[in-house]
């Protein structure tokens, strides 16, 4: 099939280079020039684990192109997919801008049979506001799907080649077997793809996201209690997840969960409720459980110094929001680098992928560590962030070597506690006792 993508973020990128990938025709369509350049020279501009591969090989085939000409595009293709950025505003709600800017440009370059794909994140209702639109624009009917994405950053490329189910909603049958035929190669294990009204499209993504960020929410609250209590996190997560009707995906305490979704969509979700005269109680206790988790890290370390921390260096492992990504949208080491910047540390940080995200951010108020060890020199205290492999099995001999004193932060409960105690450690984690030699 001939496909125009348009937007070339994390979700326009995968979806078009893993389409060019089963043999399709695609075009990626940006305003960003500089972003087209690099692409078109093979190299990804998101760092995701084997992306970079496949974007190189279709563009040697001449399966996948990028261009800023998004006129020529959209009457080229026979399904346009929007792709765009869907932002938060300030009270929680989305901002469409991107999307209606996008409607109104390929209006009127569309071809007779093209088919419209919302592939972006949006409220329930955008498909039908945005088949309005397109009819006034062209002054006949323009068929509009939507298709919500369901891609774990890091684990994107997999998801997308060997989807749990894909969701499609569309009024009418030929849509949808039109899109079944564009996706059959990616089903072949019999996964479903599952039709249902635009309405029901858009708000499976949103309950999506939300129900597992309030897995997240639900088992950091738990921890909280834990530590309150005595009991360990760790045991608790075990007894209840063993329950076939609980199981346990994403039922790890933490630092808080981040993203680009789960923090946006949880708040959307709550804001489309507002408008409808629902009180969306569950979906903002989620939130709110949620940045008040971000902040358990710097109240660990301001108590375990007595608040002077003025004089203090602070290594912090893991800058992404999770491991196998550079995506730092409200990560919770963000959150822990502003407080300690608020109370003056000297900070030394390393990740393997996010770094120079954080120096555009940051520049040179912290220090970048060129290796993982290279950030413990002379430091007080170590706070693990983010659970890459690479901060699993470290030296702890030259840990304690390099660092002031032998006191890790664990955000993500990756070591264990009487390990820690017995190799002279200072470990303090998310819902267990802190532990000292």
């Known amino acids: 099939m001939k496909i125009t993508i348009v937007g070339t973020g994390y979700v326009g990128l995968v979806t078009g280079t893993c389409f060019a990938e089963t043999g399709n025709e695609v075009i990626c369509v940006d305003c960003d020039e500089e972003k087209v350049r690099t692409l078109q020279s093979g190299r990804s501009t998101i760092y995701e684990p084997g992306l970079e591969e496949l974007l190189k090989r279709n563009l040697a085939a001449g399966r996948l192109r990028f261009t800023t000409d998004l006129a020529s595009s959209a009457g080229w293709a026979k399904l346009v997919f929007l792709a765009v950025g869907t932002p938060p505003k300030d009270d929680g709600s989305v901002d469409l801008s ?34 309005a639109r397109l009819r006034e624009l062209t002054g006949r009917q323009v068929d509009v799907a ?14 997308f080649m060997k989807p749990d189910r894909v969701v499609i909603g569309a009024r009418r049958e030929e849509v949808c077997e039109l899109l079944w035929d564009l996706y059959q190669p990616y089903l072949r294990t019999d996964k479903p793809l599952l039709s249902m009204s635009p309405e029901s499209a858009e708000m499976t993504k949103y309950a999506a996201n ?4 309030a897995k997240i929410s639900f088992i950091n609250e738990i921890a909280a209690i834990c530590e309150r209590t005595g009991a360990d996190i760790n045991d608790v997560r075990r007894g209840i997840g063993h329950d076939s009707r609980i199981g346990f995906a994403f039922l790890f305490p933490g630092a808080g969960y981040g993203g680009s979704c789960f923090p946006k969509d949880v708040q959307a979700l709550a804001a489309v409720a507002k408008a409808h005269d ?9 939130h709110q459980v949620n940045e008040c988790q971000k902040g358990t890290l ?15 260096t602070i290594a912090i492992w ?8 550079d995506d730092i949208r409200e990560a919770p080491a963000l959150v822990l680098i502003d407080a300690l910047l608020r109370h003056g540390s000297t900070i030394r940080v390393f990740d393997p992928e996010a770094m120079e995200n954080v120096r555009r951010r940051y520049g040179d108020r912290l ?14 205290a170590l706070a693990v962030v983010t659970e890459w492999k690479q901060f699993v099995h470290p030296d702890f001999d030259e840990i304690k070597r390099r660092m002031k004193h032998p006191v890790i932060f664990d955000g993500r409960n990756i070591y264990n506690p009487f390990r820690m105690r017995d190799l002279g450690f200072t470990y303090y984690s998310i819902g267990r006792p802190p532990v000292r030699p």
């Open 146 to 159: 939507s298709n919500p994405e369901f891609l774990k950053e890091g684990a994107a490329v997999e998801d």
């Open 98 to 131: 991107y999307l209606w800017t996008a409607v109104e440009q390929i209006a009127p370059h569309l071809a007779p049979d093209a088919v419209v794909v919302i592939k972006s994140t949006v409220p329930v209702g955008t498909n039908a506001s945005v088949t």
């Open 210 to 213: 939300s129900l597992l960020a």
């Open 298 to 312: 710097p109240r660990k370390i301001r108590e375990h110094f007595g608040g002077a921390l003025s004089d203090k």
């Open 367 to 380: 220090i970048y560590a060129a290796q993982r060890d290279d950030a413990l020199d002379g430091a007080d």
């Open 318 to 325: 893991g800058l992404a929001f999770k491991p196998a990504t």
């Open 278 to 286: 629902v009180q969306p109680r569950i979906l903002e206790a989620v």
